[in-house]
């Protein structure tokens, strides 16, 4: 060993290495970022369990009426589910033959590859989703199904669910949803809908080809109790959770099939590394190269880090761009870009105009509610979208004139004004439909009909620090009329998978929707948009600005496809 | 956890009160070994204001036991804080250093193995892989949540000529509970006392209690992708003063030296060494 190293030392590589080395580091040019690391995680047996329920085509009420047996198929399937209408037509529906299931307002992969559909975040393809019977007059869902992917993201601030905020939990939207109207169950019916909902549950024996792919073929009343040798530790939910769905109350079993669900649904966000930071779309390969930064810094709100990044993007000397040698899409047609057009985007989007007196500043203030790295604040906000449907029906002022009642009048007269519910099984719902020419007492209010709604108790309290946070005027009706048309913020991410997009899917491109935003806080400047957004001050848009904002909402772009 | 914290302040106290001889590196190790029975007591502090993200404090104590002549085990504590954010204990690394030839010769060879038990780490002790500015802007609620046990080994390659050492390390980590490739790390540190005799008169401020030097140190990517590509490096001058009978301080600024890098590191070491500390009790 010591004559090996006699002579290494003598070797000149040796005695010069150091030198080597100090050139080599030297070298070590611009320092391209790395990519962020991307983990699979494991994940918990609800998720796997609740994908399974929701793939579940057994719970709605055509089942119940037509079912020969809980594990029978049926002889024939829903109408409903056998065609899924898209704007270019209908598509053949991937649950034809069976009846209505979670999955079929919210697809994924179903449609991956077909011309004129594609990969989907959660969401159909259609303005408002067909339900399974005619009830209360709607032979659809009031509103867009929202996606879902990214809608559970944790944020600051508390969770509502839909667009009028109905739900702060998922697990109250999957209960609702399971035993209510888009399932076939009429508001007086969640008796039926339980009792028949557990004797699936109970009955099940995994026999169907959705139970072999999920759960290995075991059925729920094994997976729920827990105790078999054959569970996998990937299906093996906790302890504290199990149940025997024999001898548990119809309660209990809907309350843990409502938890797996929502398992599940927290689980459905858009690509993100092991720390939180998003990484797929165009624009994340674009902070990540120029070193910018993804997120808010510990003790930073996202508002100032949205401030912060408007500043960095628009000192960026010398940027660099995302072309397809950095990633590409498998799923979309367009280039995997980020480009000047696209950061021209993105300053708009941050730039908050300070007196918005016309549309000439190149000032969307988009940030102020659709705020990165999320792009959604979570809460809501009167867009205008509700007057523009109304007015378009009705002509022009016409949703300003529009009379909505007091929060006394409202709770008074709860059957005229708010939403069906099993306390209020024969309510009208008029201020959640879409505006027709034959009723024009019909419109959308959105938060309206769920703020401060007795029957709906469990959202109440978030919604109260929302509506009457810091620098809200509460001081009439407890700030009822500051809800007025307020809907929930979409998030931005692969929005491209969600169109038509607004809540009553009134637009097909994102061309269509900025053009609606140069319209509507035109509106709000001229005094003429009722319960206009503080955030439409700072919205300064004109034609000029569509391109580049469009080719930014674009390069929030992914491939999501559930894997 | 309370133990470690008094553990770490006991020590971060005592530490002030002794001497030791040492070289001006932070994060490259020379083939020097710590004198058996010797233990030095050492407080490294390291300050840096990323671009883009929040400046941080981070503090490891060290305690470096000469066991043998060729073997020393050392054990560090570290944690940091970061300014809007949170103090935290980010956890610990127990390391041992072999030294498989004992005569000096032209190359010294030190083999280095190390366990690390780490979450939120900003101590910077070594840069492997592809690690960059981007980890350091992560909150340290959101990276307590990956807790990293890694095993790391080193070759270390040291020289003295003249006064003159010369230090190489070739660093490979390997992350032991998740599926990740090895990572790869280098450091360089040169060196030499400003005075290699000592005066006759017995003064604190005599050039030759001041020792300087420079290191260079960075990732070189993993098994999957080795090289320079998406790594971090950084690059500075160190002096170290070694009191007599007293304590070694020692300070580098470390320029990063490209964008993935952070723009300027300050290092500050307070080290002791307690002379036979066990072998002293035990007669």
Redesign the interface.
């Known amino acids: 060993m010591i004559r090996f190293m006699a002579l290494l030392q003598n070797l000149p590589v040796v005695r010069l290495s150091p030198c080597f080395l100090l050139i080599f580091t030297l070298s070590c040019g611009a320092g391209d970022a790395p990519p962020f690391p991307s983990e699979a995680e494991s994940t918990p047996a609800e998720d796997s369990i609740g994908e399974r329920l929701f793939l579940d085509t057994r719970f709605a009420q055509y089942f119940a009426a037509h079912m020969t047996g809980v594990n029978a198929p049926l002889a024939v399937g829903d109408p409903v589910v056998a065609t899924v209408p898209t704007p270019n037509g209908p598509l053949p529906g991937p649950f034809a033959g069976q009846s209505i299931n979670c999955r079929s307002c919210h697809f994924v992969t179903e449609f991956q590859g077909v011309s004129g559909a594609g990969n989907r975040t959660y969401s159909d393809f259609t303005t408002r989703s067909p339900i399974p019977l005619v009830m209360n007059g709607f032979t659809e869902t009031p509103r867009n199904s929202m996606h879902m992917v990214g809608s559970l993201q944790p944020h600051p601030g508390p969770t509502f669910l839909h667009s009028d905020g109905e739900f702060s939990s998922p697990a109250d939207l999957v209960a609702a949803t399971l035993t209510g109207r888009n399932f076939g169950w009429a508001p007086d019916q969640y008796q039926q809908a339980l009792a028949h909902f557990a004797a699936i549950i109970r009955g099940d024996d995994g026999s169907s080809q959705l139970a072999k792919d999920r759960t290995n073929g075991l059925s729920y009343s094994t997976l729920f109790l827990g105790k078999d040798s054959s569970i996998t530790s990937d299906l093996l939910i906790p302890a504290a959770d199990r149940i025997d769905v024999q001898s548990a109350s119809n309660e209990q079993i809907l309350a843990l099939v409502s938890k797996c669900i929502a398992t599940y649904m927290g689980d459905l966000l858009f690509q993100q590394d092991e720390f939180g930071r998003y990484i797929g779309s165009p624009y994340d390969v674009f902070l990540r190269i120029n070193h910018l930064p993804v997120q808010p810094n510990a003790g930073e709100s996202i508002a100032q880090y949205n401030q912060r990044l408007y500043k960095i993007v628009v000192g960026l000397s010398n940027p660099k761009f995302v072309d397809g040698t950095m990633g590409n899409f498998r799923y979309h047609a367009q280039p995997f870009q980020f480009g000047p057009t696209e950061l021209a985007g993105l300053k708009i989007f941050l730039k908050a105009a300070a007196v918005a007196q016309d549309g000439s500043q190149h000032a969307g203030n988009c940030a102020s509610c659709h705020p990165a790295p999320d792009f959604s604040d979570f809460s809501f906000h009167n867009t205008g979208i509700s007057q523009d449907e109304y007015d378009a029906v009705h002509g022009a002022g016409a949703f300003a004139n529009l009379a909505i009642p007091s929060l006394a009048e409202r709770n008074q007269n709860y059957d005229l004004y708010l939403p069906v519910t099993a306390n209020h099984p024969n309510a009208s719902e008029r201020f959640r439909r879409a505006a027709t020419a034959a009723n024009p007492e019909y419109a959308d209010l959105g938060l309206w009909n769920v703020y401060l709604n007795p029957d709906i108790p469990k959202p109440q309290a978030s919604l109260k620090s929302i509506v009457c946070g810091a620098g809200k005027d509460c001081s009439v009706d407890n700030g009822l009329p500051n809800t007025i048309a307020q809907f929930k913020t979409s998030v931005l991410r692969d929005l491209e998978d969600s169109q038509p997009y607004f809540h009553n899917g009134s637009t097909l491109t994102f061309g269509d929707v900025v053009r609606f935003y140069i319209r509507s806080s035109q509106l709000a400047r001229m005094g003429l948009l009722r319960n206009p957004p503080s955030e439409f001050k700072g919205m300064s848009l004109s034609d000029s600005d569509i391109d580049a904002l469009v080719a930014f909402l674009k390069s929030l772009t992914e491939d999501y496809d559930d894997a | 956890m309370k133990f470690l914290l008094t553990l770490y302040l006991f020590a971060t106290f005592f530490v002030g009160l002794g001497s030791a001889q040492e070289r001006p590196y932070f994060v490259t190790y020379s083939s020097d070994m710590e004198e058996p029975g010797n233990l030095e007591v050492s407080v490294k502090t390291l300050q840096a204001s990323p671009?883009?993200?929040?400046s941080f404090v981070s503090q490891t104590l060290e305690l470096e036991y000469g066991a043998t002549a060729w073997w020393t085990s050392e054990v560090y504590l570290s944690g940091q804080g970061?300014?809007?954010?949170?103090t935290i204990f980010t956890g610990y690394r127990w390391e041992n250093r072999f030294r498989?030839?004992f005569?000096e010769?032209?190359?010294n060879?030190v083999l280095y193995i190390e366990y690390e038990n780490l979450s939120a780490d900003r101590s910077l002790l070594e840069i492997v892989g592809?690690d960059?500015?981007?980890d350091l802007?992560?909150?340290?609620?959101?990276?307590r949540?990956?807790i990293e046990r890694e095993l790391e080994l080193k070759l270390i390659l040291g020289s003295d000529f003249r006064g003159w050492n010369?230090s190489?390390n070739f660093i490979a980590e390997k992350n032991l509970i998740?599926?990740?490739p090895w990572e790869f790390g280098?450091a360089?540190g040169?060196s030499r006392p400003l005075q290699l005799a000592a005066g006759r008169k017995d003064c604190v401020f005599c050039r030759e209690n001041f020792s300087v030097g420079a290191e260079?140190y960075?990732g070189l990517g993993t098994l999957d992708s080795f090289g320079?590509?998406?790594?971090?490096?950084y690059a500075g001058p160190a002096v170290a003063f070694n009191i007599p009978r007293g304590p070694t301080i020692s300070f580098s600024p470390n320029f990063g030296?490209?964008?993935?890098?952070v723009g300027v590191i300050y290092r500050f070491n307070i080290s002791y060494e307690f002379q036979q500390i066990f072998r002293r009790h035990s007669r």
Not at chain 2, 137 to 143: D, E, K, L, Q, T
Not at chain 2, 228 to 233: N, P, R
Request: hydrophobic share 35%.
């Open positions: 671009k883009f993200a929040n970061t300014s809007s954010d949170s498989p030839l005569r010769h032209f190359i060879p592809n960059s500015i981007a802007r992560i909150p340290n609620g959101v990276a949540r990956d010369v190489e998740e599926p990740e280098y360089l040169v260079l960075g320079l590509k998406a790594t971090s490096h030296l490209n964008d993935n890098s």
